[in-house]
């Protein structure tokens, strides 16, 4: 099946990419149901376009749940058709501890642009890092309540959330509790503390179009006092972190322990 390279290396250029452009946007907000409504795509990618065009949709999480196609996710996805992938500028984010102050480095910028990450999310937001304290996620709170305010789907992937009297697990008790009623959903998703293989990495991801990646746990010490650093990435990569954190969670690695709303 073709990929999404592939469909950039069939298409016509301008004429092409306009047009799949033009008659995706103008389907904004409409059900895809299936492939079959995508008929229309052989006329720009051949035999089988339709097939291609509907797994790729899938793939760049194009498609809300119900089926409607979204307009960011759409958005990214057409740019790197075009082979112009609306990347970020690479940006470090840093934490330095006490007495370490550099030129030109902001050194609450790690906290900082969490805060920005979480708070310019509209549609699903998720979040991995295998140790969760009070002082760090709730440097995070007042953005993750914005978020579930505003509707989004929220979800923490993390360790021992599982175990009641764990520090993440009471660490997210403020937000079980102020999560209740929103219209976000909140989803907690945990491996047990006797897991055989960690979840290492530190991730958050915004939309299917933003990411970081980094070393910071959400704790007091790693977003206020560690020398930590982090890498805002774009829509290439945040898909790819998506996927895999997605594949975690199918293959039952995590666990859901929580949720404010019953798994789609």
Same mark, same amino acid.
């Given at each position: 099946?073709?990929?999404?390279?592939?469909?950039?290396?069939?298409?016509?250029?301008?004429?092409?990419?306009?047009?799949?452009?033009?008659?995706?946007?103008?389907?904004?907000?409409?059900?895809?149901?299936?492939?079959?409504?995508?008929?229309?795509? /052989?006329?720009?990618?051949?035999?089988?376009?339709?097939?291609?065009?509907?797994?790729?949709?899938? $793939?760049?999480?194009?498609?809300?749940?119900?089926?409607?196609?979204?307009?960011?996710?759409?958005?990214?996805?057409?740019?790197?058709?075009?082979?112009?992938?609306?990347?970020?500028?690479?940006?470090?984010?840093?934490?330095?501890?006490?007495?370490?102050?550099?030129?030109?480095?902001?050194?609450?910028?790690?906290?900082?642009?969490?805060?920005?990450?979480?708070?310019?999310?509209?549609?699903?937001?998720?979040?991995?890092?295998?140790?969760?304290?009070?002082?760090?996620? +709730?440097?995070?709170? $007042?953005?993750?309540?914005?978020?579930?305010?505003?509707?989004?789907?929220?979800?923490?992937?993390?360790?021992?959330? /599982?175990?009641?009297?764990?520090?993440?697990?009471?660490?997210?008790?403020?937000?079980?509790?102020?999560?209740?009623?929103?219209? +976000?959903?909140?989803?907690?998703?945990?491996?047990?503390?006797?897991?055989?293989?960690?979840?290492?990495?530190?991730?958050?991801?915004?939309?299917?179009?933003?990411?970081?990646?980094?070393?910071?746990?959400?704790?007091?010490?790693?977003?206020?006092? /560690?020398?930590?650093?982090?890498?805002?990435?774009?829509?290439?990569?945040?898909?790819?972190?998506?996927?895999?954190?997605?594949?975690?969670?199918?293959?039952?690695?995590?666990?859901?322990?929580?949720?404010?709303?019953?798994?789609?």
């Amino acid at each position: 099946m073709m990929t999404m390279t592939a469909i950039s290396e069939r298409i016509q250029r301008p004429d092409g990419v306009q047009r799949l452009g033009q008659a995706l946007w103008m389907m904004v907000g409409e059900r895809i149901g299936s492939h079959e409504d995508l008929l229309w795509a /052989n006329s720009l990618l051949g035999s089988g376009g339709e097939h291609a065009l509907w797994q790729t949709l899938l $793939d760049w999480r194009c498609l809300s749940g119900e089926g409607q196609l979204l307009a960011r996710p759409l958005a990214a996805f057409l740019c790197a058709v075009w082979e112009a992938t609306p990347e970020v500028g690479v940006s470090l984010l840093w934490t330095l501890p006490d007495g370490l102050q550099i030129d030109g480095i902001n050194p609450m910028g790690y906290a900082q642009g969490l805060r920005s990450l979480i708070g310019s999310s509209r549609e699903r937001l998720m979040l991995l890092a295998p140790y969760l304290e009070n002082q760090g996620v +709730g440097q995070l709170q $007042d953005e993750l309540l914005g978020a579930l305010a505003r509707g989004v789907l929220v979800i923490f992937v993390t360790q021992d959330a /599982n175990s009641l009297g764990s520090w993440a697990s009471a660490s997210l008790e403020s937000l079980r509790r102020e999560a209740r009623g929103l219209p +976000g959903h909140l989803f907690v998703y945990s491996a047990p503390v006797t897991a055989p293989v960690l979840l290492h990495s530190k991730l958050i991801v915004v939309d299917g179009v933003t990411a970081t990646i980094g070393s910071a746990n959400l704790t007091g010490n790693a977003l206020r006092r /560690n020398l930590e650093t982090g890498v805002l990435v774009g829509a290439q990569q945040a898909i790819e972190i998506e996927r895999v954190v997605r594949g975690a969670i199918e293959l039952g690695q995590v666990r859901l322990v929580f949720s404010t709303s019953e798994p789609s």
